[in-house]
């Protein structure tokens, strides 16, 4: 994750640091120094496996760069980080520069130089979780970025997060991320539950192999993008937008439901086809206990409904609900389902009739199980939802 700036206060260093020198040249210690001054990087944070830069300039007893002054620098504790070089001299502009290598442990820790002639210069510095940091996103802007060998890693997977707010009420957003250098693979979650709430892997499969995940929220919020790769271990520059998008159901692209949504749409001949009739599909993600309700209405056509369980065993989709008429006179389709453990479902949206069209209005008025906040380092991520390959697009 790059720009720690966005997320990380960096704290800068107002206490003058300086002790009275003699004048003169030095000993095997160097030249004494007169004052500390340019101090950069103090209270500056970074990711596990990152860098810091640090550094200052050292002054004479007259205010004046010192050339030669000996640094040696350590750690507390010494095993936090690593620092290049250990040791060195300050150059012709009094410069004093190091390149703290962050560690694996997550904490405080300190690095001091010791200069001739001054008290020891500390800095204050922090090794961060990037599984526990997202910068801030407004939809509409392009970002540039690159999947990094720092960022947060899961399941073997690099992720970059991104966190965004959506309006009150229904929306409906694509998310996009594009890249020469990998796979693109893009997830979307909730800020507020950090349930998976969809996932896009190819926009044509095996040949477009950039990400386009559309979904429609029943509700505004804070939401958080993942931003990965299909493969693991892979690294690479890639962009990513969110745009709005349009309720429609078309041309047999994926596109995903979360919360209660109610959309109005028609059932076209340029739709998915199963058994000779046109139908629309909807991909959900779902947590045990949580009880699906579906209602397609339709004057145009004879609704018809059917639920598929995502059996990654197999790599099929299984039938596990249907329905043609809510009741005796009733067209209208109805299905309500107790999900038995959190898994991937895929709701089709169509007609009884085979080679039927028509418009419809669908409503979901899912219930689902209370949940707490998600924790920081984002743990339910790829936890309960394997990579959904190619199978995906199967009817």
């Keep these: 994750m790059k720009l720690l700036g966005r997320f990380v206060p960096v704290v800068a260093l107002t206490a003058a640091l300086g002790a009275a020198a003699s004048c003169g040249g030095g000993d095997s210690t160097g030249p004494t120094a007169g004052s500390i001054t340019g101090i950069f990087g103090e209270s500056d944070s970074g990711f596990t496996g990152g860098t810091i830069n640090i550094g200052f300039t050292v002054l004479n007893s ?165 931003a990965n790769s299909y493969d693991p271990d892979t690294v690479g520059a890639y962009k990513l ?27 076209r001949t340029t739709d998915c086809v199963s058994s000779g009739a046109y139908l629309d599909r909807i991909f959900l993600f779902a947590r045990g206990g949580t009880v699906f309700n579906f209602i397609e209405r339709s004057t145009a056509m004879n609704p018809l409904l059917k639920l598929y369980f995502a059996n990654f065993t197999t790599q099929t989709f299984d039938s596990v609900a249907a329905n043609d008429d809510s009741s005796a006179g009733n067209t209208d389709a109805y299905v309500t389902y107790t999900v038995p453990a959190n898994g991937l479902y895929q709701l089709r949206v169509g007609t009884a009739t085979p080679g039927d069209t028509g418009q419809y209005t669908l409503v979901s008025a899912p219930i689902g199980q209370a949940s707490a906040r998600r924790s920081q380092s984002l743990d339910e991520i790829l936890r309960f939802y394997p990579r959904v390959k190619g199978w995906k697009a199967k009817l």
Aim: with cysteine; proline share 4%; hydrophobic share 45%.
């Design 241 to 267: 937008w969110v745009e709005p998008r349009a309720t429609s159901l078309v041309n047999c692209q994926d596109a995903w439901f979360s919360g209660a949504v109610t959309i109005t749409d028609t059932i």
């Design 62 to 226: 007259d205010g004046f760069p010192l050339k030669g002054a000996k640094v040696s620098w350590t750690l507390a504790p010494a095993t936090a980080a690593t620092i290049t070089p250990a040791t060195q001299t300050s150059d012709t502009a009094g410069v004093v520069a190091a390149a703290v290598h962050v560690g694996n442990v997550v904490g405080a820790f300190t690095a001091s130089a010791a200069v001739n002639g001054v008290a020891p210069i500390v800095f204050h510095l922090k090794a961060l979780d990037p599984c526990g940091f997202a910068t801030n996103y407004v939809v509409g802007d392009t970002i540039s970025a690159a999947l990094a060998r720092t960022d947060c890693k899961i399941n073997g997977f690099f992720y970059d997060f991104y966190k965004f707010d959506l309006p009150s009420g229904q929306n409906s957003i694509r998310v996009n991320m594009t890249s020469t250098a990998f796979d693109a693979y893009v997830d979307l979650y909730s800020d507020t539950t950090g349930h998976l709430l969809g996932s896009d892997d190819d926009i044509q499969a095996g040949v477009i192999k950039n990400s386009q995940l559309d979904i429609i929220l029943g509700q505004g919020g804070s939401y958080l993008i993942g």
